[in-house]
């Protein structure tokens, strides 16, 4: 049974840096695209950025270019987002999802298995 998890999120001030993990278990994280998303309250689920199976990584979302970034430890069978310079638009629900074969899409319904998420809160 394949399980992701995800951990790292936090209160930060603007500025300020997080990296989260998603630890994945019953599955092998280099086998398929891994995503990250968020979803702020009354917004809808969004693409954050994506790592495929032969390290091609795709940044969703224009705002966090620059400013975040996406790695993959398969030792460790972990993907990260390393989260710099945050701004209190980046507060969310941060999750993780594996896709059902190995391209990454940039659609949540592309995703088959999810993670339970993680809360990033910045402060001004």
């Known amino acids: 049974q394949v399980q992701l998890v995800e951990s790292g999120g936090g209160s930060v001030q603007a500025g300020g840096s997080l990296r989260l993990s998603c630890v994945a278990s019953?599955?092998?994280?280099?086998?398929?695209?891994v995503g990250w998303f968020r979803q702020a309250p009354g917004k809808e689920r969004e693409g954050v950025a994506s790592?495929?199976?032969?390290?091609?990584?795709?940044y969703w979302t224009d705002s966090v270019k620059g400013r975040f970034a996406i790695s993959r430890d398969n030792a460790k069978n972990t993907v990260y987002l390393q989260m710099n310079s945050l701004k209190p638009d980046d507060t969310a629900m941060y999750y993780c999802?594996?896709?059902?074969?190995?391209?990454?899409?940039?659609?949540?319904?592309?995703?088959?298995?999810w993670g339970q998420g993680t809360q990033v809160t910045v402060s001004s």
């Open positions: 019953g599955y092998t994280v280099s086998s398929n695209c």
């Open positions: 790592i495929d199976t032969i390290v091609i990584i795709t």
């Open positions: 999802a594996v896709t059902r074969g190995g391209r990454c899409y940039r659609a949540p319904y592309e995703y088959g298995t």
